[in-house]
């Protein structure tokens, strides 16, 4: 596991980054999971969104498969500061 810290101006102290899951099935086959936390209200969406363009535009072949929320019980729950 690689855990790495970024010190911000912000309010938070420190954003942690931790990977949870790293494998290469193949030269062109790599799964990355990871996790980013603790996280203010709605900065996960900001995060969210400039990852998916980054691996949208600069990057071919790379897909989100899933996505997880802890403390979530269903697929139609309401998660507080998502809109």
């Known amino acids: 596991m690689v855990k790495s810290q970024i010190d ?3 309010s938070l102290a420190k954003l ?3 990977s949870l899951e790293s494998r ?3 030269p062109r086959s790599l799964y990355e999971k990871f996790t980013i936390y ?14 998916r363009r980054v691996l949208l535009s600069d990057i ?3 897909a989100f498969t899933g996505v997880r ?3 979530i019980d269903h697929a139609f729950a309401t ?3 998502v809109r």
Request: glycine share 16%; charged share 10%; with cysteine.
């Open 8 to 10: 911000s101006n912000s």
């Open 24 to 26: 290469c099935d193949g």
């Open 60 to 62: 071919e072949g790379i």
């Open 38 to 51: 603790p996280l203010n209200k709605n900065q996960g969406i900001t995060v969210g969104n400039a990852l």
């Open 16 to 18: 942690h980054i931790e």
């Open 69 to 71: 929320f802890n403390n």
């Open 79 to 81: 998660i507080p500061g």
